[in-house]
């Protein structure tokens, strides 16, 4: 009995020496902050369609995630996080893995993520016969994590602000050439503003009318008296003339080509044709007014959305 004691007692403790050593670094975060990620289920939605196959199943549940702590225990599982410690410490040769997905097998044995139930500690252990390599490679689960999040986040919010800078170069060109094509036929047909032209060429040819009628009148009395050749009765009919050919002009009937109101502004009967053109040009200048108005506020909000700060895991 005593030899065969001291005998294992020699073999259990050769066995022991030979052993490799096994060191373990653990890493502890902190119960991650709800409102800092957002949307968990929209968080989840984005992540599955990034990260890969190790959240896939995770994905599939979205509405049963009730914390961002299993959104992220979920991230560092995922293959994305493997392979890039697989990677970086050559772990498919140190571990002598044929393949990359066995060497994912090997390293998911030697870590273990957890979630406590009651504090909501994440913890991350990892083990290795190397010391230093077990605590790089804690430590790069837990950037790997930070920059999932972060690039995810950050892209989003990029994304988003890059489609307005576009979206407002282009409608800001489409508001520069609505607003030169109106200026341009404003000036062309002097249609500075049909609807105000239209009501004060309307009181002005009332106005002439009136005063036609009341000179007509007046003309008519005054031939009971004179004759034509009288100086008061040519003077009546020349200004009862004009105020006619002022009321042609402004109807457009009479206006000549070298009639000054005629090039500077149109008559009364064009008005009407003018106004569609006038009212469809003015309406694309406005909208296209009003869409920039509302992508410049969107932009300044995109913009302060991807300032935030992105959270950041606690360690």
């Known amino acids: 009995v005593m030899r065969a004691t001291i005998l294992g007692l020699v073999f259990a403790a050769a066995i022991a020496f030979l052993i490799p050593k096994r060191y373990q670094s653990t890493s502890q975060l902190m119960p991650p902050d709800q409102s800092s990620m957002g949307s968990g289920a929209a968080m989840l939605a984005a992540l599955s369609s990034r990260v890969g196959g190790g959240l896939t199943g995770l994905a599939e549940s979205a509405l049963g995630v009730k914390t961002t702590g299993a959104l992220f225990i979920g991230i560092l599982k995922s293959d994305t996080v493997k392979d890039d410690l697989i990677s970086k410490f050559d772990l498919q040769k140190l571990y002598k893995a044929r393949y990359i997905d066995d060497a994912r097998k090997v390293l998911a044995t030697r870590t273990n993520i957890s979630q ?18 077990a605590a790089a ?6 950037n790997q994590l930070n920059w999932v999040v972060t690039h995810l986040s950050t892209s989003s919010a990029h994304r988003e ?19 030169r094509n109106f200026s ?9 503003d049909v609807p105000a032209q239209g009501k004060a060429m309307v009181t002005a040819a009332a106005t002439l009318q009136g005063e036609l009628i009341a000179a007509e009148s007046e003309l008519q009395g005054l031939k009971q008296i004179y004759t034509n050749n009288n100086v008061r009765v040519r003077s009546l009919q020349a200004r009862v003339d004009e105020l006619r050919g002022a009321l042609r002009n ?28 006038y009212a469809d040009l003015l309406r694309r200048t406005k ?12 932009e300044e909000l995109a913009k302060v ?8 895991v606690k360690v």
């Open 116 to 133: 406590d139930s009651q504090s909501g500690i994440i913890t991350i252990s990892v083990w290795d016969h190397d010391p230093q390599r």
């Open 137 to 142: 490679m804690a430590q790069e689960y837990i």
């Open 161 to 179: 602000r890059v489609f307005l800078d576009n979206r407002l170069k282009q409608v800001k060109a489409d508001l520069e050439d609505a607003e």
């Open 184 to 192: 341009q036929f404003a000036s062309r047909k002097g249609a500075i």
């Open 250 to 277: 402004i109807a457009g009937e009479g206006a000549g080509e070298n009639s000054s109101a005629g090039q500077l502004y149109p008559s009364l009967r064009q008005l009407p044709l003018l106004g569609v053109t």
């Open 287 to 298: 909208v296209q007014e009003a869409i920039f108005e509302t992508l410049t506020q969107q």
């Open 305 to 312: 959305e991807e300032a935030k700060e992105i959270p950041r």
